[in-house]
């Protein structure tokens, strides 16, 4: 990987082989739960895959074009429309591609349509055998200059060439209390899904260790508190000025948090202090 896509990368603040382990998908398409374009109502969020019948661009006031392109599943028609789209967009539209739309289904003339859906062009997404084979199918953020495509290149490599050198980050009476799968397999379990329903499993045992070792940078960060600092003593030689300059009195509110910020100034204790209030 060369410097140009090290820093494509960055831009999602991948920057290590475990940033990229760890960019977990953000949806997935499973491919066996897909409802007939026909079927659909007013108001639901739907999955659908079908094939590129027609790509239009049309002008909808002066200087703004709409993007709109007409997909089949076989028996029915299905609109989708972009008011805002970039020249990436209209280069992957083609007629003839099999692609996977997902979004609110409205209805349009008694057609239904998509505005602003979220999709995948298929062809592309399935050129390997890998990928090809998979019942479910992960959606990963990315920016305008990775495709999906190459993001998922990238997770395949990564587990591929460092697979053995995932460590287990819980103890082991925490795995056995919660009944957690190993950090290897979840995380494989995670990009290589063919079950969503196992889904919330894994995405718990990630989110207890993300929690556990928060608490701990918190609990160290507390520690810390409570090494010997720096004492300042007050003398209200440049307070009691500025207090005289304002054009309004402080409340009773403030004087008593100001009284307690310089107690911790006096103290030798470190300070570590949140001030909260209300901007009126």
Avoid at 12 to 39: A, C, K, M, Q, W
Avoid at 45 to 56: C, D, K
Avoid at 123 to 143: C, E, G, H, I, N
Wanted: hydrophobic letters at 35%.
């Amino acid at each position: 990987m060369g410097p140009k896509r090290a820093f494509q990368l960055s831009k999602l603040n991948l920057f290590t082989i475990e940033d990229i382990l760890e960019h977990f998908p953000r949806d997935y398409i499973e491919r066996s739960v897909l409802r007939p374009i026909g079927e659909l109502n007013e108001g639901d969020y739907a999955t659908i895959v079908g094939s590129i019948i027609s790509v239009s661009r049309k002008q909808f006031r002066p200087g703004k074009e709409q993007l709109q392109v007409i997909i089949t599943d076989g028996n029915t028609n299905l609109v989708c429309t972009w008011f805002q789209f970039g020249k990436w967009i209209t280069h992957e539209m083609i007629e003839g591609k099999d692609i996977w739309v997902s979004g609110k289904i409205t209805f349009f003339m008694d057609t239904a349509q998509i505005v602003h859906p979220e999709y995948e062009i298929l062809d592309d997404a399935q050129d390997d055998d890998f990928w090809k084979s998979r019942k479910v199918l992960p959606l990963y953020s990315l920016t305008a200059d990775i495709t999906m495509k190459q993001m998922r290149k990238f997770i395949y490599t990564a587990f591929e060439l460092y697979h053995d050198y995932i460590e287990e980050t819980l103890p082991e009476y925490i795995l056995k209390e919660y009944g957690f799968p190993p950090r290897k397999q979840a995380l494989q379990k995670m990009h290589f899904l063919s079950d969503t329903d196992k889904l919330p499993e894994y995405r718990r045992r990630f989110v207890l260790e993300e929690f556990l070792y928060t608490q701990i940078l918190w609990q160290r960060t507390k520690k810390n508190c409570f090494r010997k600092g720096t004492n300042f003593h007050p003398t209200g030689k440049l307070t009691k000025p500025l207090y005289d300059s304002l054009p309004y009195k402080l409340t009773e509110a403030q004087r008593r948090v100001v009284k307690e910020i310089f107690a911790d100034m006096s103290s030798e204790r470190q300070m570590n202090r949140l001030m909260q209030g209300d901007v009126g």
